[in-house]
């Protein structure tokens, strides 16, 4: 198999694992409670803190790469997952568990910025759109087929096992790692920005922990709140003092290169109501319809079916209309059919249901394709580790602000409803709420140059000749000459 394909592979496994690790336990958390003697309302405490850990450690993530190599960090990175998985097994109270997923939280923050930077310096551009789409798979097949295999595992065997089966793939995962990626490292060695990285941890653990548990109603809202506050006060220290450092741990003079902020700005905005969707549409299903997590669980499936169906088609979509074109249009469609959505009720049939997410799941993870490939186009590799740290820290922000305007839009609408309980009725304003948003990344995606992209994509500008200013310039082109001759003459 070639390095082509197989590096993708080894770095989508990684990726596989983390993603559904951190939805898988959200079915199960009543049995771990009942199990290790406490209630699920404060084990949900595992859910927020591995949040918290992957927020704070990931913008360390680049410089660490570069510091002690990205096959190298990415290795350990895995085996520390591992580590934290298997703490989670043996856990026998809250505190040891929630220990446990704090250190696969640290492994996770490492795991995906530095996977894709082992990607961006193992493939060439020219075949990076095909190495993305195995990339993108995971991501959106992870939270969709979490929840259904955690309440299999749960229900028909332990609960520890789905901690348990991250470790052959680990496993495999690091062995395939050593074999088959080269030690690359970067030559440009950094400094460490210790401030910087306690205010950048601090900003962006405290936005993206808050907005979180703000969807997860564990907190009171004046916490929630300051949380935010603190993030948000935290963050504009950061941006002040990174114009002053030569070496930020989250380098915002990226954004100057115009794909990367549009895929930053734009993929953001997009993000939003992707991140909304696993978070909705359960509830949608188990509250509104009466569905047990299992059966929930193969309905939603329906949208990664439709991931895996766009894996071998994005190439050739994006190099016949070109990545701006591609990524505004299919914004658009992304949003229309998860507006679409808020149209389910429970005269619905699941056919049509599963329908409506199976090409959804097709278009969004085309954009995803796009959007995770694009953001390098006109990156220098000198700068790729701050790169994707950056788009890194954007994306958790991003789902980690999508959970909480669907959660907002729900409670709001029961509020002006002065309901006391949650019904099918309000998910739908939330739904369009979310695809509203997500549709206005198409306005940054629209600003892009018309030919961004096509060296990665392989679509070539295409120059129509006008026969009117070919003569023209044919004719200036002739009496220059004959001047300079005349002039050479005289």
Known sequence: MSKERIIPLIVAAALFMENMDSTVIATSLPAIAADIGTSPLTLKLAITSYLLALA???????????????????????????AGSIGCAVSGSVNDFVIARVVQGIGG?????????????????????????????????????????????????SWHWIFLINIPIGLLGIFLALRYIDPIRS??????????????????????FGLSVAGLNLLPWPLVVGLIAVGVASMTLYVIHGRKTSSPVLDFGLLR?????????GGFLFRIGIGALPFLLPLLMQIGFGLSPFQSGLVTFASAAGSMGMKTLAP????????????????????????ACALFTIATPLLLI??????GGFFRSLQFTAINTLAYAEVD????????????????????????????????????????????????????VVAAVSAL????????????????????????SDPTRDSEAEETAASETASVRDQKLG
């Open 56 to 82: 704070v450690f990931i913008p360390a993530s680049g410089w660490t790469a570069d510091r002690f190599g990205a096959r190298r960090v990415f290795s350990i990175a895995i085996a520390v997952f591992m």
């Open 109 to 157: 923050a490492m795991m995906t910025p530095v996977g894709r930077l082992v990607l961006l310096r193992s493939i060439d551009k020219s075949a990076l759109v095909n190495a993305m789409t195995w990339v993108t798979v995971p991501a959106l097949i992870g939270p969709v087929i979490g929840p259904p295999l955690g309440g299999f595992i749960t229900t028909y065997f």
């Open 187 to 208: 030559e440009h060695r950094e400094p460490f920005d210790f401030y910087g990285m306690v205010l950048a941890g601090l900003g962006v653990g405290g936005i993206a």
């Open 257 to 265: 290169l115009p794909t990367l902020y549009a895929c930053v700005t």
């Open 316 to 339: 050739r979509i994006l190099r016949t209309f070109g990545f701006r074109n591609v990524m505004v249009i299919n914004a658009i469609i992304s949003a229309f059919l998860l507006a």
């Open 354 to 359: 599963m329908i409506i997410l199976v090409v």
């Open 381 to 432: 590799p000198a700068r790729m580790s701050r790169a994707t740290t950056l788009v890194s820290v954007n994306q958790q922000l991003a789902i980690s602000t999508g959970v909480a305007v669907g959660a907002f839009s729900v409670e709001t609408t029961m509020w002006m409803r002065h309901a006391t309980e949650l019904s099918a009725a309000d998910f739908g304003p939330a739904f369009v």
């Open 441 to 464: 990344s198409s306005y940054y995606f629209f600003r892009m140059p018309a030919d961004a992209g096509h060296e990665i994509s392989g679509r070539r500008m295409v120059v129509i």
